[in-house]
């Protein structure tokens, strides 16, 4: 009705109205909920928006409907200070030229004519939790119970919400409360040092003006807090910067809000839970463009044009926002844990009218977030989450909740320490929580241990393996020939393993026989892989009550075993798989064992596990059977590297990426190591004829200072105790794995296809993607046309122009893509460049590098952007091929001297 009214009567006003009520916003009118295991609940149905929806929905129609007219101050700004008249509905007749505050004042009376009483349906009663029943997979795991406390108190089920709900029962008046201030950025946290050196930033010095902030007693702070944290990482490439920045964040939070500590860190690493708990958000591009357009009031045009000049959504809020001159009484703040609840909720929408209800939450999240930079970063939040890690052992070993007493040493001592003792006393309780994080990757575990332990022995007693909770892997280092496998393992043997070209997995099995089956990157794929399932309780021996173990997913011809590519096994479906409907049989060739009837077995060498590996399983002819292997002595130089040749070249013949070499036993006293080394590269130059040889003297002074390889499982690490040696359509054998980041249009027959494409590594410590080189060999034209269709124009997965966080200064593509596929490339060598960006700093401080003729191997459909290859090792590459191009150039001059 006013709407129409105000359509009508044609006025200009773009005056913003944030409708304040008394009541608080609880997501408690839900008609219908189920729950999932751990308290977490599935919402099916939504319910029909509040008056407080459509008001905001009602402005942003006006908003839109004069977009391009300004506010005109001296008709529009009511006096304050005078009594305000209170309309009837019978009043409209009254006033023929009616203000949009004229018009919020009749809306306000009508609401209150027709007493709305706010409580919750009380066929919409949120049931308790359901019985876990048997033992949650990962798949069912879909929260921990401190990830659910949160949701559970913004579902409304906590005392202190009944009460809350229990009053807004009665309340049978909402008043409009009206007051015109500027749209400008919260000042809490402003006046504090985030950047200043943790030893001596002091939390206790802010806690009095936190508390204004707060908007409980005692804590849940508001969101402005982290906001200004991001602002800070944001502005600064300096990872010392970031990392104090962090810590003096978390230090706020342990000392002043432990309650909202989770929540922040969850937020601060652009996640809200762990990757095998499958809790995605969700949000396609076309929901956050659509909330844009209703809480700003964009026109489609208007939406456009900025992000044509942002590019990034979080960016185009920024400055959406930026433009809102005025608004009335600002809404109450949101919190850390508000925004974390939220983000949740979004995740765990199901069902009918789901897409509704996640848009009616990131309407709500903009319109609520005071001050640009808000707006800014509840679309664009993410750290590293190696730096987190950092970042949380250091706040931990200089502060700790109230109440809670763990040794920490004080800042004065540790200022006293020498710079050297400092780095180590940081690296070792750096390492601590990497290892406890390793075991068990879930922020809501390792948190909650923090605060009642800190960073101790007992800290690593706490984090152990789990089953169905999976590990991070090992890694191993990427060598370029066979030689580097005897120069970096000194003597000392190891085996030799078919390096399949399938999909890594680890299996979980308890004793009730119930299976889990997790990626590389942890997520859960038991729905993928029904009949490795079904498989699995026969192939342990009546000896084995419970394991965790690692293999290789590869897809084979059952009946007569032969092993078919990669991209046969990528066709398989991915969900809902049925075992009746199953048409690509796999074999899981079984390579590690790291859990054994309820102990660990990561202290145990290699060949320790390997040999329970084999002992306690039975194969299944090409259902389940041990990856392919020999052992070598490397003793012996002239024989084993003979050896290890033979089988690298049947381990490609039998379609197999390479090897992988693993150190069996830990290292034993070599005597005469120089005199080894001297053998091995005897050997080498004597070796010309074999084509993956290549001749490099290795520099000895350099390989007796190294420490010592580990024969343990080592989870998360990248260590040269693991080698892996792949094949290569050059003699170099190098490649990297590449996130494919921009396209442009093709030239003749390819002019319908993205041709050639940008691709970047990334940079581990600011977690941006620096651009290294355009590729268009090796693609056939089915990849194009399969790359042009997943990033179509104006398609979900496609950015409107570059995100800040991609650094390239080579020209404009003619599309962005979003970053989330790795393909695998490999070139011919690498070089200095004045246009791309990547490693920039680690090799020159005014060149980046760059690949000449990089050729597209693959699509790594195992990994996740966070595994692509970053800049350092690049950068590592490079010095390398430095090295041995010094190397020849002095083997060049020796022989022209012993010519003469």
């Avoid at 015109?180 to 930033?201: Q, W």
């Avoid at 000896?543 to 075993?561: D, M, T």
């Avoid at 070499?661 to 130059?685: F, H, W």
Wanted: proline share 4%; glycine share 6%; charged share 25%.
């Amino acid at each position: 009705m006013a709407g129409k009214k105000r359509k009508a009567i044609g006025n200009n006003s773009n005056l913003g109205l944030d409708y304040y009520f008394r009541r608080q916003q609880h997501n408690v009118l839900l008609t219908e909920s189920s729950t999932f295991p751990h308290g977490h609940r599935e919402i099916t149905n939504v319910p029909p928006k509040t008056d407080e929806e459509f008001a905001r929905e009602l402005q942003a129609k006006w908003n839109r409907e004069n977009i391009s007219t300004t506010c005109d101050k001296s008709k529009r700004v009511p006096d304050m200070n005078k009594k305000l008249p209170d309309y009837n509905l019978t009043d409209s007749d009254k006033f023929p030229q009616e203000t949009d505050e004229e018009i919020a004042r009749k809306l306000q009376a009508e609401w209150c004519q027709e007493e709305v009483v706010v409580n919750c349906n009380k066929s919409s009663k949120i049931p308790e939790n359901l019985p876990s029943g048997s033992q949650p997979t990962g798949k069912e795991a879909c929260l921990s119970e401190i990830s659910s406390s949160y949701c559970d108190k913004d579902m409304g089920i906590t005392p202190t919400s009944k009460n809350i709900i229990k009053s807004l029962s009665t309340e049978k008046e909402r008043t409009l409360s009206i007051k015109l201030t500027e749209n400008t950025a919260d000042e809490e946290g402003s006046n504090i040092p985030f950047g200043e050196s943790p030893l001596k930033f002091r939390p206790s010095n802010y806690k009095e003006e936190l508390r204004n902030y707060s908007t409980t007693k005692g804590g849940n702070l508001s969101y402005s807090l982290l906001t200004k944290c991001f602002m800070l990482i944001s502005g600064t490439s300096s990872r010392i910067k970031i990392i104090d920045t962090l810590v003096n964040l978390l230090r706020l939070l342990i000392e002043g809000d432990p309650n909202s500590l989770i929540p922040a860190v969850w937020l601060a690493t652009n996640a809200i839970s762990p990757p095998y708990q499958s809790l995605e958000i969700g949000l396609g591009g076309s929901a956050i463009s659509k909330a844009l357009r209703n809480v700003y009031g964009l026109d489609a045009k208007s939406l456009k044009t900025l992000y044509k000049k942002c590019g990034d959504a979080g960016d185009v809020a920024f400055e959406a926002k930026k433009r809102q001159k005025f608004t009335l009484k600002k809404p109450k703040p949101l919190t850390i844990i508000g925004v974390y609840q939220s983000l949740v909720q979004l995740a765990m929408a199901k069902g009918n009218g789901s897409n509704e209800f996640k848009q009616r939450i990131v309407d709500r999240l903009l319109q609520e977030a005071r001050g640009a930079e808000e707006s800014r970063y509840v679309l664009r939040i993410g750290a590293v989450r190696t730096t987190m890690l950092i970042a949380l052992s250091r706040a931990f070993q200089l502060s700790c909740p109230t109440g809670v007493n763990f040794h920490l040493k004080s800042s004065q001592e540790l200022s006293s320490m020498s710079k050297e003792t400092l780095a180590t006393f940081w690296s070792n309780g750096e390492e601590l929580v990497k290892s406890c994080f390793a075991k068990q990757p879930n922020y809501n575990e390792l948190v909650t241990h923090l605060l009642q332990v800190g960073v101790c022995d007992e800290l690593i007693a706490r984090c152990r393996l789990k089953l169905h909770i999976p590990i991070l892997p090992m890694l191993g280092n990427v060598t370029r020939d066979i030689t580097d496998v005897f120069l970096k393992l000194e003597g000392q043997p190891f085996s030799c393993e078919y390096k399949y070209d399938g999909q890594r997995a680890q299996v979980h099995c308890d004793d009730r026989e119930v299976v889990s089956i997790f990626s590389r990157h942890l997520e859960i794929m038991t729905d993928k892989y029904p009949d490795l399932v079904s498989l699995i309780p026969s192939i342990k021996s009546s000896r084995v009550s419970s394991f965790i173990l690692e293999g290789e997913v590869v897809a084979v011809c059952q009946s007569s075993g032969d092993i078919k590519s990669f991209q046969a096994l990528s066709n398989r479906a991915r969900k809902d798989v049925q075992i009746e409907n199953i048409t690509i049989q796999v074999c899981l060739f079984a390579f590690d064992l790291m859990f054994l009837n309820g102990q660990s077995l990561l202290e145990k060498s290699f060949r320790e596990r390997r040999a329970l590996l084999r002992n306690l399983f039975v194969e299944i002819p090409n259902q389940f059977t041990m990856v392919k292997s020999i052992d070598v002595m490397n003793q012996n130089v002239d024989q084993d590297m003979d050896q290890v040749l033979e089988f690298f070249k049947s381990a490609t013949e039998n379609k197999c990426e390479g090897i992988m070499v693993k150190l069996l036993d830990n290292k034993t006293d070599i005597s005469s190591q120089d005199a080894y080394e001297e053998s091995v590269s005897r050997k080498v130059v004597t070796n010309t004829t074999k084509e993956i040889v290549e001749a490099r003297r290795p520099n000895l002074r350099k390989k007796n200072n190294r420490k010592d390889l580990l024969c343990t499982y080592e989870p998360d690490k990248r260590l040269n105790s693991w080698l892996k040696v792949k094949k290569d359509y050059s003699t170099t054998f190098d490649t990297l794995d590449l996130i494919p980041i921009a396209g442009w249009h093709g030239q003749g027959r390819k002019s319908k296809w993205w041709s050639p494409i940008l691709f970047a590594v990334r940079n581990e410590e600011t977690g941006s993607l620096e651009a290294v080189c355009k590729c268009i060999s090796g693609f056939t034209d089915s990849f194009y046309a399969e790359n042009k269709e997943f990033y179509r124009e104006n398609g979900p997965n496609v950015l409107s122009s570059k995100p800040g966080y991609i650094e390239y200064s080579g020209g404009s593509p003619d599309v962005w893509f979003e970053p989330q596929e790795v393909f695998e490339l490999t070139f011919a060598d690498i070089t200095l460049s004045p246009v791309y960006t990547a490693s920039i700093g680690l090799v020159s401080d005014e060149r980046g590098l760059s690949l000449r003729f990089p050729r597209f191997l693959k699509k790594r459909n195992d990994k996740s952007i966070d595994e692509a290859s970053t800049s350092e090792f690049l950068a590592g590459l490079f010095k390398k091929q430095e090295k041995k191009s010094s190397a020849r150039e002095s083997e060049f001059k020796f022989d022209i001297v012993h010519n003469e």
